[in-house]
């Protein structure tokens, strides 16, 4: 990991305008985490920001204001509101990136339009033929990245192996796994499963310079059987929502079942301190957020939801794998399986 | 449903020889269900079947003994062992059906040859293009049924259209469903999202003369949204896996807070009989197994771990189906929308 060890700082723009929470919650996010190693831009109308930053503290000093003039809702187009709304604090938050006035940008604002000022703005790495999405989840043996989550609901088998080498990196960079698993989700555990995409996608990833360990079954995401998860943005997208739904579901389910009657009652009061470890475990704000990875920078996409806790860990996260030489490594690993370079070795750290 | 009417007793196979308990499990499923209106005719051999039927009782005039001479295992390649092992329980069991000697055949073998052995000698409804695998899920709101959940891994639009005629038509027989509400499994709500192949289904099933409530998401599977969900076998598949491994691992942990210290092993006994409605609302054994649809017999396919208790609900519902007309249902369906034929008013009973 050398490549980063000579980062020391990281400046990431942080969209205060995005979300349904509203700036204090977002802006509260940020000054939990600012420091002399992580330096957060503020992007916004500066009206809107000002109200919620302390008169005066060591931590102003890490947080800068950056002016946008507007913010794209969730219900415009988004590459039309990107190109038409060159003031917006995703517009203003991207363009940072692009000029490299930041390693990184966190909104919580329209995934759509992050994904559009992404591509339009920022740029793909050279290399890369798509952008994906990768979310991380927790597992029984540590957290499990999986992606593409819902930026391409159509791929090609090459998209895939992108997306092998893409969650290999971020793995290495950002959870601390030396030499990531990287499986094919899949129906079923022996080669030639599948549907034609990921048959082909299970050849291009077998003959990659990564540690894939073969196809991996919805019913295995949590089992430790693979670091990274490599899907088409359909596939992954309804796994994700279902995973959140059924999650939703049956922790509802306990909850009713620890209302039934004055026993039950006694029963869920006292499991409660243990069963809030489940609830953590599997919550959507432990990594912060979704990373948007193929770009000359980091984008990372927030739940519109997000708490302040949710955009601190978004911000943490995102300045680890900075620190770490994400984007530098997400290059290198690009290119080395370039059209007509034969794959090298496994990467060994 | 006139045309179930007159159908006092229905006729199903049974695979006594498929799953992983033997035929003591399975055979006590059938002993369970048996009946003047559920006449189950046991395919094995008939050296390891009799040891396991009582010498006399009056549930025998209602079980039959058809001799197969071999299994098909799960290792092997399933069209092939269809057609070359014509004497295998699970052909002997189809070849009843083919021939109308029974009106269904329940395995807990080999999916696989199931799937073939439907294809090979059961035979497609004329007006369906592709069988499809249904699975009915616990909802909030009342059971689900999704499908395709395996059979077809690559699917064209079309294919989709026929999933929700005949999802529509097993959810009005079987699941007491007046006007089945269906939707195409999809990733958001609005209409044209998704990938090429679910914005092609949305314009047909749009078009059909169901009850098509547009997109749902993985989110919402548990929400009662829709009785009936469309989605391509690779999706489904992944889709129903996810379920099972995300219940698993979830009910898993709960099981563990509950073992942390003396407080929590107290809540956990306390909760445990309301608890257990929650294991039991998302027990996949409740709806008995999966039904292979668009054949001209209705083939349904157990868990290999399979109870007796999931074979009798599975000779139960399938029983139920076929009295309320399942299979002329499909058939009339599927003939309401064949090419040329503009699609009539939605069905209303």
Redesign the interface.
Known sequence: MSEGMSVDKVTLALDAEGGDRGPAEIISGALQVAGPELHVRLVGRPEHIRPYLPREAPVLDFIGVEAAGSVISFHEEPAWAVRNKPDSSIAVGARLVAHGAAQGFVSAGSTGAMVAAGLLLVKRIKQVKRPAILVVLPG?GGPVAMLDV?AN??CRAEYLLDFGLMGSAFAHAALDVAVPRVGL???GEEEGK???L?RVAHGLLAGAPIHFVGNV???????GKADVVV?????G???????????????G??R???A??A??K??????????R??KQ??DPEAYGGSYLLGLRGLLIICHGASSSRAIANALTFGAKAVRNGVLTRLEAELGRVMPGVAPGPPLRD
Request: net charge negative.
């Open positions: 029984e819902g609901a159509d989700l899949n129906i599948g549907n034609e990921s079954e919805g019913r295995d995401l949590f089992a899907t088409d943005g359909f596939t997208n309804v796994a994700l929502k279902l995973l959140e739904g059924t999650a939703g579901y049956l922790l389910r306990v009713e079942a620890a039934v009657n026993r039950s006694l029963g869920g009061l006292l499991l409660r301190p243990t069963l470890g489940v475990a599997l």
